[in-house]
């Protein structure tokens, strides 16, 4: 079956660290997100891409970058982390734009 | 304030309840519009697309209100197993696609 996989599952770094979250998907989905969620702000989108060697930032994308150099992945790395960027992050594809999102089960990220 | 709205809840409604939840949104160009379920720890999962004329399935109903903005969604004879957060999904098109989730409500359905 395909899925959406996402790594490590739960990370603990120091302030400065840089951390990269893996997403990989196999339902072949040109479009791919990441968000991130904290208690009362709900799902907030961080970037995006529409297919390969596409990306676009959303929302919140600042200290975060993406890559997109094939269709399963979309890795997202945090350059210097900080402990405001302490949440969970959640991937996502998607097979169109107005469609059902397909989530990983999340990556529980820790920033000290 | 917010784009999409939703009350947070928590809603606490006894085993076979009907309970309703709203979602506001903010932009009235916006085109496209869903509920999803959220399980404690867990990733959101599709429930249900919104559509114009509303649609229903099986104890649950959406309705879209455009005059007034919001989406709604209804769950009648609750179960234990629907507790969980509910979030509204809005998706304005022209505006670069732009997918805008509610915080969720949150709701526990007690025997």
């Known amino acids: 079956d395909a899925e959406i996989t996402q790594s490590p599952r739960h990370k603990i770094t120091e302030t400065g660290r840089q951390v990269t979250l893996a997403c990989h998907q196999t339902?072949?989905?040109?479009?791919m997100f990441w968000y991130r969620q904290d208690l009362g702000h709900g799902l907030r989108l961080i970037h995006y891409?529409?297919?390969?060697?596409?990306?676009n930032k959303g929302e919140v994308s600042d200290g975060y970058s993406v890559s997109r150099s094939n269709t399963e992945d979309l890795p997202l790395t945090l350059e210097s982390a900080a402990s405001s960027q302490t949440s969970v992050y959640f991937c996502a594809s998607s097979e169109s734009v107005t469609g059902e999102l397909f989530f990983g089960e999340g990556s529980r990220l820790t920033v000290l | 304030r917010k784009e999409v709205e939703q009350d947070p809840g928590p809603f606490n409604v006894p085993e076979g309840a009907t309970v309703a939840f709203n979602c506001t949104y903010s932009n009235s160009a916006s085109q496209s519009f869903f509920w999803y379920r959220q399980d404690c720890r867990k990733e959101p999962k599709l429930l249900m697309s919104?559509?114009?004329s509303g649609n229903e399935d099986g104890r649950f109903t959406a309705q879209l209100n455009r005059a007034s903005q919001y989406i709604s969604l209804l769950i009648r004879d609750s179960k234990l197993s629907d507790s969980a957060t509910y979030l509204c999904v809005v998706i304005t098109l022209y505006n670069n696609n732009d997918m805008r989730f509610g915080a969720g409500t949150r709701l526990t359905v007690k025997p």
């Open positions: 919104v559509y114009s």
């Open positions: 891409s529409y297919g390969v060697q596409d990306t």
């Open positions: 339902w072949n989905h040109n479009n």
